[in-house]
């Protein structure tokens, strides 16, 4: 147990559906980060926070919407997902976005998008 | 543009055998981390050891040790008296430094190999 928590750990939806991913951490981190591991490829950043302002996009389609309304808390919100957005999504924390510190990974919320 | 391979996309041992997994990467910085990640089928990803590019002496974690050849840019993993619980999959990453624009969680990933361990 990292102390990074990702609810929900599985989900099916359709492509008309809304739905959030939620990530919590309560280690005292102040940077946040979603990322995507899909079959046979790289983990994938998708956006980083720090002190609950976005730092990074890494070009993601706008049906992923991030918000992270303190540093404890990160959400991934979905809207008009694809097929091909099925994927293992984790989020992860590091104590801040600068220097050589760990960053620790929740396990992850398996999408499927039908 | 930094790329990090890892040659072996599958790899066995036995349980209490040495194991090497491979890690190449292409940058052009000269200060930078490299990460050794394991990740169980819990999903987790558990971070195994790192390396500092400016420290020329190999990094060692119990049983893992990393053969770090910069001149290289070689990364590799052993893993020593192989346990059942060390069957997982193992991703090499790279971070570039904050003053270059990198950030520790702001790692570039392999593509993976997937250990198993067997009795």
């Known amino acids: 147990e990292t102390g990074v928590t990702q609810t929900p750990r599985h989900l099916v939806m359709g492509m008309t559906n809304k739905k959030s991913l939620k990530c919590e951490q309560h280690?005292?981190?102040?940077?946040m980060y979603w990322y995507k591991q899909s079959a046979k490829k790289p983990l994938e950043l998708m956006f980083v926070?720090?002190?609950?302002?976005?730092?990074e996009n890494n070009s993601v389609p706008s049906r992923f919407s991030p918000e992270c309304p303190n540093s404890s808390h990160l959400f991934l919100h979905l809207h008009t997902l694809q097929p091909e957005d099925s994927a293992l999504y984790l989020c992860?924390?590091?104590?801040?976005?600068?220097?050589?510190?760990?960053?620790?990974f929740g396990q992850g919320t398996r999408l499927t998008v039908v | 543009a930094q790329t990090v391979t890892q040659s072996q996309p599958e790899m066995s041992v036995q349980e209490a055998e040495t194991v090497t997994l491979s890690c190449t990467y292409d940058?052009?910085?000269?200060?930078?981390?490299l990460f050794w990640y394991k990740q169980p089928p819990s999903r987790q990803m558990i971070l195994v050891i790192r390396?500092?590019?400016?420290?020329?002496q190999n990094a060692t974690e119990n049983r893992f040790s990393v053969n770090f050849q910069k001149a290289a840019k070689s990364f590799s993993l052993k893993i020593s008296d192989s346990q059942l619980g060390d069957t997982a999959m193992y991703f090499c990453?790279?971070?570039?430094?904050?003053?270059?624009?990198?950030?520790?969680?702001?790692?570039?990933f392999g593509k993976g190999t997937k250990l198993s361990v067997k009795p």
């Open positions: 992860a924390s590091s104590p801040r976005s600068t220097g050589n510190t760990e960053a620790f």
């Open positions: 280690l005292g981190h102040n940077a």
């Open positions: 926070y720090n002190f609950k302002e976005q730092t």
């Open positions: 940058t052009s910085e000269n200060n930078y981390y």
């Open positions: 390396q500092e590019a400016y420290k020329q």
């Open positions: 990453a790279f971070m570039k430094p904050h003053s270059a624009g990198g950030s520790q969680g702001n790692l570039i």
